[in-house]
């Protein structure tokens, strides 16, 4: 019982920290419309074959996502992937809105964008991004990528890139020590 409440804790202090209000909460639990149709013990959906459950730390790392509309950043949500109703964490999932995705799995399976999209309950294409709309250009580590965006796999230190409208150099990104 101690680490749920610690696991509580620490959701309530983020949420607070990141200025997480009423108006943001439907973006800190997982999709409906991308569900592979369980749930877990808990009662969190199950998407796309990614569990809500406690922390894991069998295989943790971290990718970078920046969302830019006509050269301006929007932001990636904190709390995509934690459920706090149901007390779990995605196995993909952002702590806070500063765009850094954890990847914390039982196992060293392969994880894409698009499934963390998925878990965040928004859309991915080439021709739209969340909020993003139209010809998307999406870089993963300032290379342009062609192929789906739901693809791209996810990797360790990864810096992945989508903008609409106008291009511009992104702001540079350096993960934290010990990210």
């Known amino acids: 019982m101690p ?16 200025g997480c209000g009423s108006s943001s909460n439907k973006t800190t639990t997982a999709a409906t419309t991308q569900s ?14 990614i569990r809500c459950q406690p922390e894991h730390l069998e295989s943790h790392y971290h ?9 301006r950043s929007v932001k990636v949500p904190a709390l995509i992937g934690i ?31 698009g499934q963390f999209f998925d878990v965040w309950g928004q859309p991915l294409s080439a021709t739209k991004a969340a909020s993003l709309h139209g010809t998307l250009k999406v870089f993963v580590d300032k290379r342009r990528f062609s192929g789906n965006p ?15 409208g106008r291009t511009v150099t992104p702001p540079p990104y350096t993960f934290a020590p010990g990210l």
């Open 3 to 18: 680490g749920v409440i610690r696991f509580l804790a620490v959701g309530i202090v983020v949420a607070a920290l990141s």
């Open 36 to 49: 592979s149709g369980g749930t877990t013990p808990n009662g969190a959906r199950i998407i796309d074959g």
């Open 63 to 71: 990718a970078h996502l920046t969302l830019l509309a006509n050269g």
């Open 83 to 113: 459920d706090l109703q149901h007390q779990c964490l995605y196995w993909l999932h952002t702590h806070d809105a500063t765009g850094v995705m954890h990847i914390e799995s039982p196992d060293t399976r392969t994880y894409t964008l």
């Open 150 to 164: 739901r693809n791209i796999v996810l990797k360790p230190h990864e810096l992945i890139t989508i903008e609409s």
